[in-house]
T-cell receptor
Framework: QKEVEQDPGPLSVPEGAIVSLNCTYSNSAFQYFMWYRQYSRKGPELLMYTYSSGNKEDGRFTAQVDKSSKYISLFIRDSQPSDSATYLCAMSEGRSGAGSYQLTFGKGTKLSVIP | DVKVTQSSRYLVKRTGEKVFLECVQDMDHENMFWYRQDPGLGLRLIYFSYDVKMKEKGDIPEGYSVSREKKERFSLILESASTNQTSMYLC????????????FGPGTRLTVT
């Protein structure tokens, strides 16, 4: 079983729609959750960062974490054509101090917002 | 803002050539990473480094090596490029804070012919 599952899409929505992007995971030790946005032929850009369960809102974007269900979501309100990109979820166990730690990424969902 | 830069956006090399990809970050981050990204396979970690002169193998280190002589710079080396190394290469950095969020460079699209 893969550690992080993410529907690859593609997902196509009309401009102004509410978009819901989701990831499920199996490792209950994950504590930090991230969403990245990647435009075509560019590097991923950190969009949202949350710790533990709950919601975090930033403008039109809301990140939601449900640790009991091992499920995270990214909601985009009033979607715009400029939101067309691939969205990757990522998570970590959050080891602190010296030493390295890695992120576990989903494979990404490709979103197209049609004008 | 964190800035991660990569030496080339596009690179075309011949089979058997030695290839150097350079990455520089300006945020004094301890950790640096090299990934490759291929359609349907997602991001795959090649190597990472948590300190100067330190390196750790990721999931797919075969055919690659790395060098970190200065904190801000992390180089990926393809000793003898092969066509199956044609890919998008992404460098990232992170601090040693608890969350481990990574900041990515723009990527290098490498084609090996």
């Amino acid at each position: 079983q893969k550690e992080v599952e993410q529907d690859p899409g593609p997902l196509s929505v009309p401009e102004g729609a509410i978009v819901s992007l989701n990831c499920t995971y199996s490792n209950s030790a994950f504590q930090y959750f991230m969403w990245y946005r990647q435009y075509s032929r560019k590097g991923p850009e950190l969009l949202m960062y949350t710790y533990s369960s709950g919601n975090k809102e930033d403008g039109r974007f809301t990140a939601q974490v449900d640790k009991s269900s091992k499920y995270i979501s990214l909601f985009i309100r009033d979607s715009q054509p400029s939101d067309s990109a691939t969205y990757l979820c990522a998570m970590s166990e959050g080891r602190s101090g010296a030493g390295s730690y890695q992120l576990t990424f989903g494979k990404g969902t490709k979103l197209s917002v049609i004008p | 803002d964190v800035k991660v830069t990569q030496s080339s956006r596009y690179l075309v090399k011949r089979t058997g050539e030695k290839v150097f990809l350079e990455c520089v970050q300006d945020m004094d981050h301890e950790n640096m990473f090299w990934y490759r990204q291929d359609p349907g396979l997602g991001l795959r970690l090649i190597y990472f480094s948590y300190d100067v002169k330190m390196k750790e193998k990721g999931d797919i280190p075969e055919g690659y090596s790395v060098s970190r002589e200065k904190k801000e710079r992390f180089s990926l080396i393809l000793e003898s490029a092969s066509t199956n190394q044609t890919s998008m290469y992404l460098c990232a950095s992170s601090s040693s804070g608890p969350g481990g969020e990574q900041y990515f460079g723009p990527g290098t699209r490498l084609t090996v012919t």
